[in-house]
Structure formats: structure tokens, C-alpha cells
């Protein structure tokens, strides 16, 4: 759910692959001239708040990771001026409250940016700013559409992020993530991020300070605690999201199953509940992607995927299916008409969306380049697009 | 400051606009790039990292030398190779 809102009058779909992003007319199964042709896109993200200003997170097997603009659809493109990037080791070395770090803190070495993942537009009363993560895991903020960046520091310096992030150790198969960054569209203050792995993570303060927040949430990848209680971070959330038309209510898909949390003012304690237990049993509740209805706070879109034995990553049993809910995960509805009778897809957590057209549309890529979109909500689904590279991120965007 | 001509890999043409070969004045290798970036600006980024490390995929070389060490000094009329690392596959 990388894009909880879409922009206005979203006419188009932008792809973003290992070897460049494609943009795709909603209206036709035609594809513009690449962007970025050769290079990794993680994800690329238009401003919601009206200026249309698209980012594009850019890197290349060889030379480091950066930020491109465009503010012309896509025509012409800039380079942040400063992209997102880690202190020096020497401004830990110097620093007061690095002293708070343990002697074994990553950070005391020196990060470095391999990837910008994850790009968010932030509030509509802030124009201007926008958020990142970042592989391996740090936030970063830009407070001038996209051109200069500048770490967060209450994240990137907070001396908890070692121990809730495993000590920023690199993770399968692409790297530690920090992503869903999500901005609660009532209160500007409150933040949501995902850490893969780390857990998720609440800020009532615009980043200033941070606690876990993942009551409720399985963690079967290590062993159980002594005393039996809860691990408080150290979970591995895939995609997240604050509900637009709600925002008392969220959704992840976690390496560990499907929640939701109904926030409740009258507890101390915020918990998720697993209503992937209610998926048919022989599916299961692992995936990546998990798509909202803009509109309507219960309807959510999963994609499935095969996390037995040696996680895979796809199709279960090689039998493409979307999954729908229409009561908050309630009750499941298996939605594979027009997919594949046999493929093994793996769909990224970027990979899916919605437009946010009244007539709402969804598309979804896959690691194999293909292309799948339905105009009735997932009823069926029709292949838009074949032969693309492994699809890392899919966005809507109006392209002017 | 030795002038020092450094030939530009195809990565980085978006940067120089297609040059293949620019002339710097420098007194090491970290000076070149930086003179480049003061050229084009963003180029040193993309090839050396925010710890000021030489990026893994990237290899400058000082005549014939594969350096690392971005303060190797540069002494009279030198060129300098950026080039893609072959990195397997």
C-alpha cells in the first residue's frame, strides 16, 4: 500500500522495474518510452497535494543511489541536489548522543545508502515535504519538494534503532527496508513506518521520538520467550498502511500474517489483530502487497504468496489468485478470473495499486514483467502487459 | 595542483553531457572527483559513497594504479579512469 491516496484524476500507471520505470496510459495497454532505462527503480511517486511533482527513487548496478524530479510529467527530469544520506562515522565519533550507542552499533561504522525504497508525499497542510527510506534502514526527510534531503534525526540517531533493526544487519533477499512510511491524514504529527525486520513503528511527533507499536503481532521466525510474553519489536511487517477514509483504523501484511488495528482511545495498549486467520487454510496469510480502498475502510486487497518451507515467494500451488475483503478481514473472497490457471507470480510489496477513480481500478506487477489489472474491484482481471523486467513498484500518477 | 585528465565512463555521461574526457586541476584522487563534481554537480555521489569510500562497483584508476584511497596524491600530468567495476555476470 504504497499509495494509500491517488492522485486526482489518476490517468496512468507508473512501473517500476529492475531496468527502468515504464508509464502506462490507463486507458490502453501502451507503454511511454522508459525512464531511467538500465537502472533500479524502487519506486516512483507523484504528489498528491496538487503541484503533481513525481519522485523517482534511481539506482544502478554500479554508481550509488539517488532521487530524480520532474514537475513536467515525466518529460524532463532533475537530480536532488543532496539525495539521502547517512552521517559519517566521524560525526558518530564526535557526536554527544552517539555515546548513547552500544560499542557495536553499525552506525559507528558508517552506513551508506544502497537504495532509496520507499517515497511518501507527507501532509496536505505541509506542502513541500516528503519522506524516504532507505536500505539499509534510515528516514529521511525533504522539506523543499524533493530537492535536498536530510535524515530524521529522532529515527536515523535514535540510539533504540540498532536493537529494534537488528543492528541494521543486511536482510534477505534485497536488504533491510524501512517503508509504508504513512502520514495520518488528520493529525500531521503522527507517522507510521515499516521496518523489514524491526517491526512497526508510531511517532506522535512528526519523528521526534518513536515507540514499537506491534502488540498482537505473530513472530514465528524466532523462538518464544521465556516468560511468554510478547516480542515488542524484532517483527518483519511487508507493507502497511493508515487508512485515508478512516485513519483510526490500519492494515499490514506481515511476513507473519494479515491485521488490522481499530484504534482504541480508552486502552493504554494499541493491538492488532490477525484476521488473516480467517483466509482459507490451505492459502494461508504470507504476501507482500495489501491494497486499500481509498473509500470504504473495510474493502482490502492481498496477494497470497507461498511462505512454506523454503519461501518461495509464489503463486500458492501455482494458482494466481487475488484475495478480497469487504468487512475488514472478516471473510475472504478468492478472486483469480482472467489470471493464469497455472503460474507462479511473485508480486512485490510495492507492486500493487488503485487509481482512486470512482470506478476504481487495480493493477499489479510481477517479478516475471507481467502486467495484470481489473475494472471491477477484482472481480477479473485482464494481462495489460507482458515482457517487462522483475517489477518493483506499481503507482498511479495523472500524466498531463 | 597538477592538471589531471579524467576519462569519464558511459555511467556518467548524463552528468557530462556526453564528454568523454574532462580536465580537472587536482592534488589527489579525491580532489579530481570533486573538482568533477564541482563541474557536475551529483557525479561524485553516484561513484563515492557518504563514509567517502569508493563505491564497490566503481574503480578509479591513476595511470595504471586501482586505487582505493581517495587521498592518493597526484603528482605532475596524470589521467584518471573511472570505469564500472566487472563485477561478475
Known amino acids: 500500500m504504497t499509495q494509500p491516496v491517488a492522485p486526482t484524476g489518476a490517468n496512468a500507471w507508473i512501473l517500476g522495474t529492475r531496468k527502468g520505470a515504464w508509464a502506462m496510459k490507463s486507458n490502453g495497454r501502451s507503454l511511454e518510452e522508459p525512464w531511467f532505462f538500465g537502472a533500479q527503480v524502487h519506486h516512483v511517486v507523484q504528489d498528491v497535494r496538487g503541484t503533481g511533482t513525481i519522485l523517482a527513487a534511481v539506482r544502478t548496478g554500479h554508481l550509488g543511489p539517488t532521487i530524480y524530479r520532474s514537475e513536467d510529467s515525466g518529460r524532463t527530469w532533475k537530480e536532488s541536489e543532496r539525495p539521502p544520506k547517512f552521517r559519517t562515522k566521524e560525526e558518530y565519533e564526535t557526536s554527544a548522543f552517539a555515546a548513547a550507542f552500544d560499542r557495536d552499533d553499525a552506525r559507528r561504522q558508517g552506513l551508506t545508502v544502497d537504495h532509496v525504497f520507499f517515497l511518501a508525499p507527507g501532509h496536505a497542510t505541509q506542502p513541500g515535504v516528503w519522506w524516504a527510506g532507505t536500505s539499509p534502514i534510515g528516514l529521511f526527510k525533504s522539506e523543499d519538494d524533493g530537492v535536498t534531503w536530510h535524515g530524521v534525526e529522532g529515527f536515523n540517531d535514535n540510539p533504540a534503532l540498532a536493537k529494534w533493526s537488528y543492528n541494521f544487519a543486511p536482510g534477505t533477499p534485497d536488504g533491510q527496508k524501512c517503508h509504508s512510511v504513512q502520514v495520518d491524514p488528520v493529525d500531521p504529527n503522527r507517522l507510521l513506518v515499516g521496518l523489514s525486520g524491526g517491526g512497526l513503528f508510531l511517532s506522535p511527533d512528526q519523528g521526534r521520538s518513536w515507540r514499537p507499536i506491534n502488540a498482537g503481532v505473530a513472530m514465528d521466525f524466532a523462538p518464544p520467550k521465556e516468560d511468554g510474553s510478547e516480542y515488542e519489536y524484532g517483527h518483519d511487517p511487508h507493507d502497511a498502511v493508515i487508512h485515508p477514509a478512516n485513519p483510526r483504523r490500519w492494515y499490514h501484511q506481515n511476513h507473519c500474517g494479515i491485521y488490522r488495528l481499530d484504534w482504541n482511545d480508552d486502552s493504554t495498549e494499541q493491538r492488532w489483530k490477525r484476521i488473516g486467520c480467517n483466509m482459507p487454510r490451505e492459502i494461508g496469510d504470507i504476501g507482500f502487497p495489501m491494497t486499500c480502498h481509498p473509500r470504504n475502510a473495510d474493502t482490502i486487497w492481498v496477494v497470497p504468496m507461498d511462505g512454506g518451507t523454503v519461501w518461495p515467494r509464489t503463486s500458492i500451488e501455482g494458482r494466481p489468485a487475488v484475495f478480497r475483503s469487504r468487512d475488514g478481514g472478516e471473510s475472504w473472497q478468492r478472486l483469480d478470473r482472467g489470471l493464469p490457471s497455472r503460474a507462479w507470480h511473485t508480486v512485490l510489496r510495492q507492486a500493487m495499486a488503485h487509481n482512486g477513480c470512482a470506478s476504481l481500478e487495480l493493477v499489479f506487477g510481477t517479478t516475471s514483467g507481467e502486467v495484470w489489472g481489473s475494472r471491477d474491484e477484482g472481480d477479473s482481471w485482464q494481462s495489460l502487459v507482458t515482457g517487462l523486467p522483475k517489477i518493483m513498484s506499481v503507482t498511479s500518477a495523472r500524466l498531463d | ?89
Open chain 2, 1 to 89: 595542483m597538477a592538471t589531471v585528465r579524467v576519462r569519464i565512463p558511459a555511467l556518467l555521461y548524463s552528468y557530462t553531457g556526453g564528454a568523454k574526457l574532462i580536465e580537472v586541476e587536482a592534488e589527489s584522487a579525491g580532489g579530481a572527483i570533486g573538482a568533477l563534481d564541482s563541474k557536475f554537480p551529483g557525479l561524485a555521489f553516484r561513484v563515492i559513497d557518504e563514509q567517502n569510500q569508493i563505491r564497490p562497483h566503481i574503480n578509479i584508476f591513476l595511470g595504471e594504479e586501482n586505487i582505493r584511497d581517495l587521498d592518493t596524491p597526484i603528482t605532475g600530468a596524470s589521467e584518471i579512469f573511472i570505469v564500472g567495476a566487472l563485477s561478475g555476470g
